[in-house]
């Protein structure tokens, strides 16, 4: 390492790439400059990476990750098999009901308890809910590291339409806590699915619209967006992405396919899969996604089962393990749940998308310009949340 150099409220550590002399600033054009993208950055969140950057090139990136970690796989050692899941839906906020359901799905795989089918159906009506919600903020978030904030307005707005039908379900617009081991927490109300339809009718008839017309063909976006930060199908898949940036490089994978749980293996929807590889396949996949998640929606209302929304899970768990995968918004969430015969869970350990979409950035931003890094970072989806947990 070689000297720092404070400027302008900003911290740069310059590195000897060859022998130079004389302390000159303007030597910076012969050496490697590393500049500290956040902590603070509007488009990094609470995390900061190391960018080594030579001019306005990348030359090599360095996650720097645990502002937000809240030991939450711990803290659920110390919960109820019920109560854990206050825990568990914390990974991410913005989509907490893949969580959840992940959760309950091992606990209910240990204990040997099978949920209702209506409890089923009202999963995977929020589960979708939350993709969609996540999807809004992702899409808005792509277009305004770009500095352009009228698309994340009017993802907000829908947003909200959505945020309106979980709080009449269960009090809580965010944190709802509403899918348990043994089912869902609430009887699924005729006032939430009119409210349930009311946002995805928004969403169909006012938003996408709207937004397509204006926001996905969009000349400005695809010059900052096509053919940057590229992957391969072979790389994502040996980099290890998830999610829609998996599926953004033509690789056709998701969980609610492949091994079906709540009511998806009686639904028809599509794998939405794009083959460029770059932020705008990644973009586009989130928006195809969202239009997926409104009929599966529509579907699970239409079908929805009479009958019970839960069963009882016992207050004691025979010792056993399961691991389960859940189709997350962000990619593939798996659960190792541990019980040794207790009243909560021995161990939890979670494997979450973000996490592992986050150590492909090294991969993905070299030698790529300086400015397309938060276009990458936000096409990549993450949430900072289940990076640290």
Known sequence: MGNSIASSGYTFVLEERKEVSGEDLGLLQEKLLQLNWGVQHPASGPMRLKVWVDGDEVVKVDPDIGYVLRLLEKLVEYRTWINAIVNVERACFIDNFGTMTGYSIAAEKI???????????????????????????????????????????WALIAREKFLDAFEVYSGQRIATSSIVPGGVRFEPTGKFIEKM??????????????????????????????????????????IG?????????????????????????????????????????????????IQESAKI?????????????????????PPGEAYVNVEWARGCFGFHLISDGGTGPYRLKMRAPSFANLWALPEIMKNVKLADVPVIFASLYMCHGDIDR
Not at 119 to 125: G, L, M
Not at 258 to 269: K, N, S, T, V
Not at 298 to 305: K, T, V
């Open 241 to 289: 992405l998830a999610g829609p940036a998996l599926r953004a490089s033509g690789v056709p994978s998701d969980v609610r396919k492949d091994y079906p749980y709540a009511a998806y293996g009686e639904l028809d929807f599509k794998v939405v899969i794009r083959e460029e590889g770059d932020a705008y396949a990644r973009y586009l996949v989130l928006w195809e996604e």
């Open 197 to 238: 339809v009311t946002a995805v009718d928004f969403l169909e008839k006012e938003f996408i619209p709207r937004y397509g017309e204006v926001f996905i063909d969009n000349p400005t976006l695809k010059i900052r967006t096509v053919g940057v930060g590229k992957v391969s199908k072979e790389k994502a898949v040996e």
């Open 297 to 317: 929606i529509r579907q699970a209302i239409e079908g929805l089962p009479e009958g019970d929304y839960r069963t009882k899970f016992p207050v004691k768990v």
């Open 111 to 153: 204990a040997g308890v099978e949920v209702p089918k209506k409890a089923d159906y009202v999963r995977t009506i929020l589960c979708e809910a939350g993709r969609i919600v996540s999807h809004l903020l992702g899409l808005g978030g792509i277009v305004g590291v770009l500095g352009v904030h009228t698309p994340t307005q």
